[in-house]
């Protein structure tokens, strides 16, 4: 199906572990973005990218690795995972002159 | 830096409307978005609004824009128990493609 797809939906980790988000677009749009969501602080931007092989940190970069090698696909990799990285994460694709983002399901991630 | 804020939580009534109100402090915002969040689920886009204009109607839905106080708001007429949602303003500046997002105000509608 055409849209955009975040796995896993759901995931328990422990602190210090690795753990990679994954999302992937099937439209080919150049801009792909990673949000948080934390209650009180709305979504804040981790990261985004303006194309394959070209990333940029937003707002709460610390702590987060992005790549992409390819342009349908952007995961967000926690090296070492802390309490407070526990949150709602949303991938997103822009495309258009209006910065109009269209938004994954969400990955929600509890770190214990 | 941009700042969006909202007010977290109204609870209106089904049938009347809702207001829901934004402040932004960036000046060069280009684009005003109102996202709706429903539960479990990600953002969608319900409107936009360039900056250049002071309201835009769509169905339900009123946008007003007030550039001078930075001031935005979004007005859903004769409100449902499906409008119950979280609510996000948003601004981006043309040619920049970031987005900041406001907290969010939750909508919560009583039958």
Not at chain 1, 72 to 99: I, K, W
Not at chain 2, 6 to 29: A, H, K, M, P, W
Not at chain 2, 41 to 57: C, H, V
């Amino acid at each position: 199906d055409a849209g955009i797809t975040q796995s896993p939906r759901y995931k328990i980790t422990e602190t210090g572990r690795q753990v990679t988000l994954m999302c992937h677009q099937t439209w080919s749009h150049s801009y792909m973005f990673w949000y948080r969501q934390d209650l009180g602080h709305g979504l804040r931007l981790i990261y985004y990218s303006a194309a394959a092989d070209i990333t940029d940190k937003g707002e709460v970069p610390d702590g987060y690795v992005v790549s992409r090698s390819k342009t349908e696909n952007f995961p967000l990799t926690l090296e070492s995972a802390t309490r407070s990285q526990t949150s709602v994460y949303f991938c997103a694709t822009g495309t258009g002159g209006a910065n109009v983002l269209t938004f994954g399901a969400g990955s929600r991630l509890t770190v214990l | 830096g941009e700042d969006v804020e909202q007010s977290l939580f109204l609870s209106v009534r089904e049938g009347d409307s809702s207001v829901i109100n934004c402040t932004y402090t960036d000046s060069s915002s280009t684009y005003l978005y109102w996202y709706k969040q429903e539960p479990g689920a990600g953002l969608q886009l319900l409107t936009y609004i360039f900056s250049n204009m002071d309201m835009k109607q769509d169905q339900r839905l009123t946008v007003l824009l007030n550039k001078k106080d930075k001031h935005l708001s979004l007005r859903i007429a004769d409100t449902q128990t499906g409008d119950s949602a979280i609510y996000f303003c948003a601004e981006s500046k043309e040619g920049y493609q970031k987005v900041t997002f406001g907290t969010g105000t939750k909508l919560q509608v009583i039958p």
